[in-house]
């Protein structure tokens, strides 16, 4: 079982965080905006965990103008869909070993 | 013990983000029994006023008939039926959304509006040319056939069931092009009956 803890990402402990990579992991890319409405959440709140995945390399930003107006939107990088997979594999593991 | 807890929570929520992300929910059954309700109407209208006397306009294509007024008419009782329909689904989906605390014009709403739009506008396009050239009884079954496959490839991104409502309508529309003399009644039954079919068993299986 420890085994599979270590798998564990410490980056996904928190319940936004698996939330962005959640959905991430099906859409190409996804705008803050609609990011912030899937999580309900505040946009400082949500800012920072994106800043701290971002730090990971789990995730890209893609910074654009859309109509004079500032449209960033976000995608899962390489290492994020592997360190994603791997956490789901753990999490999978580890309920599997407890029953 | 609460360990194992909070992992098959973290998975509970994976997988909800991944299909709130990705799939339109906020479609009502109401909105299918309302729209087959129209389309029954509306078919009824279309038997009594036009079809009763003259049904050889319908499938003549050696004489290239004009577009009467009777055909005229017609094709406003279609687009009237197709606004209802259309403008009932927005507005029901709208009410819904609202319930969940979502959004409607969400990403997974634009994917589902964007894949329909394909196979709709190509038919739509398609129906043009037919009416174009007089060809006036394949209309209900080329408006069967290009729903039908416009619902098969709007599937993946709302409810799975919307696949098998597009594949009856996509036979039933072949059906009506072989019996065209028939296509009425393939028309009334693939927008009509199927829409309050399908608008009960989604009512029954998620609004409960």
Do not use: C
């Amino acid at each position: 079982m420890k085994m599979f803890l270590e798998d564990l990402h410490k980056a996904f402990e928190s319940r936004v965080r698996l939330g962005i990579m959640s959905a991430l992991a099906v859409n190409d890319t996804l705008e803050f905006t609609v990011l912030k409405e899937y999580l309900d959440v505040t946009d400082g709140n949500l800012a920072s965990h994106l800043k701290a995945l971002e730090k990971e390399s789990f995730i890209e930003v893609n910074k654009s103008f859309v109509d004079r107006k500032p449209n960033t939107k976000y995608s899962m990088t390489k290492e994020g869909k592997i360190a994603f997979e791997e956490h789901i594999t753990a999490l999978e593991k580890l309920i599997k070993s407890q029953k | 013990m609460k360990a194992e807890d909070k992992y098959i929570k973290d998975i509970t929520e994976i997988r909800s983000m991944m299909e709130r992300s990705t799939k339109f929910i906020s479609l009502s059954g109401l909105s299918g029994i309302m729209a087959g309700i129209y389309a029954l109407v509306g078919a009824y209208i279309a038997h009594r006023l036009f079809f009763t006397e003259n049904n050889s306009m319908l499938f003549n294509t050696i004489d290239r008939p004009e577009i009467t007024s009777e055909m005229e008419n017609l094709i406003i009782l279609a687009l009237v039926i197709l606004l209802l329909a259309v403008g009932t689904a927005v507005a029901l989906s709208l009410k819904k959304s609202k319930k969940d605390g979502e959004k409607l014009w969400n990403p997974a709403a634009r994917r589902v509006v964007v894949n329909m739009a394909i196979p709709l506008v190509s038919g739509g396009i398609f129906i043009l040319i037919l009416i174009s050239k007089g060809l006036f009884g394949f209309l209900a079954p080329a408006t069967l056939l290009f729903y039908g496959l416009a619902l098969v490839n709007a599937s993946k991104f709302t409810f799975e069931e919307i696949r098998s409502l597009g594949i009856v309508q996509i036979v039933l529309g072949l059906l009506a092009f072989y019996f065209i003399e028939f296509g009425l009644i393939f028309w009334a039954l693939g927008f009509g009956l199927m829409h309050i079919v399908y608008g009960i068993v989604m009512h029954l299986k998620y609004e409960k």
